[in-house]
């Protein structure tokens, strides 16, 4: 076994898997992007200079894996929706990947949470699934997402509004029915 | 549970207590998976490169066919013979340009670089387009690059050259040339350095330049010009500090600059690239404030009275987004982009502005075209090593 596959599965796997489950919430999607990261990791890790560390390098490239993947999403979709010419109601098509909930979550506070990430920007996402799921630092975050370490915070603190709007708007509804 | 106030502190822990997730697959399987896909990229790119050969070589057997059927008409023999040997001279060019690239994936020191070589019909559109190319990703180990640069004619901008030159001699035997080479080339009155001699220090990262007698500046156009060239010049090996020496005792005197041992040289400056006489893309400088986007922009301008051509045509538009060293453009315009030299030139023109702006790739979104030349829309496309080459 390739001793870069071992030393990075070892380390940083499980963490890995998590972070890129979290992000598109499809385990047979996740599996594969993983497979991806791990081929970018063993073709680049010569021109690895150490200037971060292994774990943010790694999850950098997670995280540009996974971008990748949601752009080649959107391009899917905006092709479908192109082709039916469906106008306002193309908006409502539901993205045709999507599939019951992999993840069984018991806490009707936490589904509700876990439903909600999605309502969030790709950016504050990753920051909010780092930052909070996978317990990164600040400055391992920014230097993963390459923003400043200030940029990070005020992505941070938009995305907990935004769950925090959303938490409430759910919670209007309930009280009204 | 409803609340009428969410707080933070409680997204926050709620966001902490989300259950774990693991992967199931086992270890071996996962590692078994990935060689797969190691091993199976490898044998497709091996045969890219038997590809082009073989392709040469029907393209040849082609002419050679053709040819006795046309003798009835010599000019017309004469005129297509002459076309056929260019496009062939051209074919096999590329057909280095083209390897080199692939060993330097293998090497695995650029991994993206040959990316956009993974179908068959675009090595074909290789082979057709690469002729009209104004960039060069990498040259192989037989070839070097020489960068050079003059001024145009109104000694406004810097015109970047690249001479490709066999790999027989060191670098500072090849700058020895530079004067031949220009002056092959009918650049002697836009190159300001003539007689000049170098001698580069990559480990001190230091060039030594020392000027002709005769060397002067008539003008402040020309002097402002001076530092750029130089930068220009030596930028690309990594060059700091040129440091001037006159055959006088003198100190070299830049007129408005005033008199100087030394110049400090930066990595890259910040540029839009436009189309010079139609035929070489220049760097139009930025402040440092700029950005990508003005960039991008400062591109659909023409400058007529210094020859400079826009190179993002009016119905083109794109919004811009970066990812770490990626430039990410989605086109925004309503007009069908399709497979033309202007096209070719937008990639290259783009591709070298972000270079300038130190991204590493770009990735052209929502093209509705697959490729344009050589160039894979489909994939982030490696920035260039050098512009406007020159095969010696």
């Known amino acids: 076994m390739e001793p870069v596959f071992d030393q990075f599965y070892e380390k940083y796997h499980q963490d890995l898997f998590q972070f890129v489950f979290y992000m598109v919430k499809d385990r047979e999607v996740t599996e594969d992007l993983v497979q991806e990261i791990y081929i970018k990791v063993l073709k680049s890790y010569s021109s690895f200079k150490g200037e971060s560390s292994e774990k943010t390098w790694l999850f950098s490239i997670a995280r540009h894996v996974t971008f990748d993947y949601f752009r080649s999403q959107k391009r899917k979709r905006n092709r479908i929706m192109d082709f039916f010419d469906w106008g306002e109601k193309g908006e409502s098509i539901p993205d045709q990947n999507a599939k019951p909930e992999e993840l069984a979550i018991q806490s009707d506070e936490l589904r509700r949470i876990y439903q909600l990430l999605d309502k969030c920007t790709v950016d504050q996402k990753s920051v909010l699934i780092l930052r909070f799921i996978q317990s990164f630092s600040v400055q391992e975050t920014a230097k993963i997402l390459n923003f400043s370490v200030s940029k990070v915070k005020t992505t941070q603190h938009r995305g907990l509004k935004a769950l925090r709007k959303h938490l409430d708007e759910m919670d209007q509804k309930g009280t009204e029915k | ?392």
């Open chain 2, 1 to 392: 549970m409803k609340k009428e106030d969410w707080k933070d502190k409680e997204i926050r822990k709620l966001l902490q207590e989300m259950p774990k997730v693991t992967d199931e697959i086992p270890k071996v399987i996962l590692y078994e998976q990935i060689s797969k896909k190691l091993t199976d990229d490898k044998p497709a790119k091996n045969q890219k490169i038997k590809l082009i050969p073989v392709f040469t070589t029907l393209v040849a057997i082609f002419l050679l066919s053709v040819i006795p059927f046309l003798i009835n008409d010599r000019n017309q023999i004469a005129n297509n013979y002459a076309l056929d040997y260019k496009d062939m001279e051209n074919t096999n060019e590329s057909t280095e340009i083209m390897i080199s690239e692939d060993s330097l994936e293998k090497s695995g020191e650029e991994s993206t670089i040959a990316d956009y070589h993974d179908s068959t019909e675009l090595e074909m559109g290789d082979l057709e387009t690469i002729k009209d190319s104004n960039v060069v990703h990498s040259v192989g180990n037989d070839s070097s690059i020489v960068f050079a640069a003059v001024a145009d004619k109104q000694f406004q901008y810097v015109i970047p050259v690249s001479f490709i030159v066999p790999n027989k001699n060191s670098l500072n035997e090849n700058y020895k040339q530079l004067d031949n080479y220009m002056k092959e080339e009918g650049f002697s009155s836009e190159y300001l350095f003539e007689g000049a001699s170098y001698e580069i220090e990559p480990e001190n990262k230091e060039v030594k330049i020392q000027l002709p007698t005769n060397f002067s500046i008539d003008s402040s156009a020309e002097a402002n010009l001076f530092k750029d060239i130089i930068q220009t010049m030596f930028s690309p090996y990594g060059i700091e500090k040129a440091v001037l020496i006159s055959e006088g005792e003198e100190p070299i005197d830049l007129g408005p600059i005033g008199q100087i041992n030394e110049l400090r040289i930066q990595e890259s400056n910040k540029a839009s690239y436009k189309l010079y006489n139609s035929e070489y893309l220049v760097p139009v400088p930025h402040q440092l404030e700029n950005n990508i986007s003005d960039a991008i922009m400062e591109m659909k301008n023409s400058e007529e009275a210094f020859n400079l051509t826009k190179t993002i045509p009016d119905s083109i538009h794109f919004s811009v987004e970066s990812f770490d060293s990626e430039l990410d453009l989605f086109y925004t315009g309503d007009s069908v982009i399709e497979e033309t030299e202007e096209s070719i030139t937008m990639i290259e023109a783009i591709l070298m502005t972000a270079k300038s702006y130190g991204f590493e790739t770009v990735r052209f979104n929502e093209m509705g075209i697959d490729a344009i030349g050589h160039y894979n829309m489909n994939e982030p496309i490696q920035v260039p090593t050098a512009v406007n080459p020159i095969v010696k």
